[in-house]
DNA sequence: CTAAGTTTATTCACTGGTGAACTATCATTC
DNA sequence: GAATGATAGTTCACCAGTGAATAAACTTAG
């Protein structure tokens, strides 16, 4: 039913390179698809999807602990919306606040204890649902498909890199 | 730098589908590059992506018409959002809403002849980066990634389509 | 025919995210 | 060692999107 609409398209402005544009149609559709389902596994939690990669980057490290601007960098948000997160992680006690000593401009953010605790618990319920995404999906097919993904990435970063004023 | 957090949490959660997981997570982003690029590409046309894709959709359609019900399902907009979407284009004449005659609570919207022009100027300078984006693949990998998106597309639809009360 | 239920669209209050201005600290240089 | 400039975070005002409540028109059942 897209397919349709981008044929029709391509008629009426015949130098639209069709298979690129449905291909790139695809992409937005089903990271906004992908977007969704998660947003609805982790909304029993009261997390959005940056809340959460905040916590799982946190979680992730070693040490536990990172930066408002390495966790932007990361996550790819503004500052501003990070400290928002801050905020609201800081609130439900999944993490600490604290200044560096070293440069006392930096803020120190570390997931606490139980905030490793509520990662363990809320992640293992979704591990179904990511699985049953690759169904049918064999061996090669992954392979492939990452390939693809990298590549197109690899892509983007180049044409979307030009950013030097 | 993703993989490495992937796996780490991996190591820490031995039950997780790590590879699963890390395309999942490459979906999203690339999702979002793409977004991001479109985005970015619509800022000087005054359009963000909803909008966009609601005059596309209109551009696409042999008589130039449709309805904001319809508009909503093939865009995936709430019905709120789309009232906006529609205020902003008539605002600019690029579409214009009158009131059905067969059933008077349907709004139609119809694309005019100015949003017509306004579409078929914007789009060719955006045709470069749509190429370039898919740079360096093949015929093959062309479709090999169509089959891959769309199999996954239809693994979403079960998973998601679970919406019966 | 009318009462109850459904569909279509809009309004309102709220959440999530962004850019611009601001503050505080650190680095550099004259 | 003050002045200038760069960096890190926060605050503020705004844009985009959502859910719940509402209004108007249609449908159906008694």
């Not at 998660?38 to 992730?60: A, C, G, V």
């Not at 609130?91 to 606490?112: C, F, M």
């Not at 498909?145 to 983007?156: H, P, S, T, Y």
């Not at 970063?157 to 030097?164: A, N, T």
């Amino acid at each position: 039913m897209m397919d349709e609409g981008i044929d029709r398209v391509g008629q009426l402005v015949p130098a639209m390179p069709v298979a690129q544009a449905r291909m790139c149609r695809l992409m937005l559709m089903l990271g906004a698809t992908i977007e969704r389902e998660l947003e609805s596994r982790l909304k029993p939690n009261k997390l959005n999807h940056s809340e959460f990669l905040t916590l799982m980057i946190l979680y992730s490290r070693p040490d536990g602990s990172s930066t408002p601007g390495e966790l932007c960098e990361f996550t790819t948000q503004g500052a501003t919306n990070m400290t928002r997160i801050a905020n609201a992680l800081v609130k439900r006690a999944l993490i600490t606040r604290g200044s560096s000593k070293e440069d006392r401009r930096r803020v120190l953010i570390r997931i606490t204890p139980a905030g490793r605790r509520f990662v363990q618990k809320m992640l293992p319920p979704m591990f179904p649902q990511v699985g049953a995404m690759f169904a049918g999906f064999s061996a090669g097919d992954m392979r492939q498909f990452d390939r693809l993904l990298r590549k197109l990435a690899g892509n983007l970063d180049q044409s979307g890199g030009q950013r030097l004023p």
